[in-house]
């Protein structure tokens, strides 16, 4: 249910789940944690997309109830991305929502088909969101904004979202991966430890700290 190509240097990870939105079951979490922690020293981008029309839909239904929602594989996932010492695109195929948003936020770089809706249905299911998603998205579109989208439910439009800087390009659905290439052109053909010490020197709110 994840696919993981690599290219010179990029690795390009599918969420490979499309008859399901690309729903998220705790051993595709994992998987992708796990992927992060290699891609450091090796990968110089790690580019995060979505089989199909969705991007992702959140966590898995059945095994949210049995309790991935609040399980802490989320915020290992989130902050192996944080942490991961290469350029992190988010290629965002269509709709990103609930736990999903961790790994995308995490990123640094976030590019959307301009279908794409963002919604993080919370307040309404009765969770709280993982820890470390409020601070990162306030880090992004202020707090005002991250009521917005987490206790009022406001589902944003890749237009809104783009002018908030939730996401920071709209490209069209045919041109998603060439936009990722085009954006990871300069940092492929340096050295792992290049793009590594460049992204360090790049300050990031303490709040958004892993």
Known sequence: MITLQKNNGVWVVTLNRPEKANSLTKAMLEELAQIALDAAGEARVLVLTGAGSVFSAGADLDEA???????????????????????????????????????????DIRVAVPDAKFFYPVMRLGFLP???????????????RTKLVLMAGQKVASDEALSWGLIDRITAPDGLLETVMELSEHARVQSADHVAEMKRMIPISGSSQP
């Open 130 to 144: 993982q820890p470390s998603d409020p601070r990162r998205m306030v880090d992004l579109i202020g707090p005002a």
């Open 65 to 107: 109830r049995a309790g991935l929602a609040i399980d802490g594989v989320w915020e290992r996932l989130s902050n192996a991305i944080s942490a991961a010492p290469c350029l992190t695109i988010a290629a965002l195929n269509g709709t990103l929502a609930g736990g999903a948003f961790g790994m995308v936020l995490a990123c």
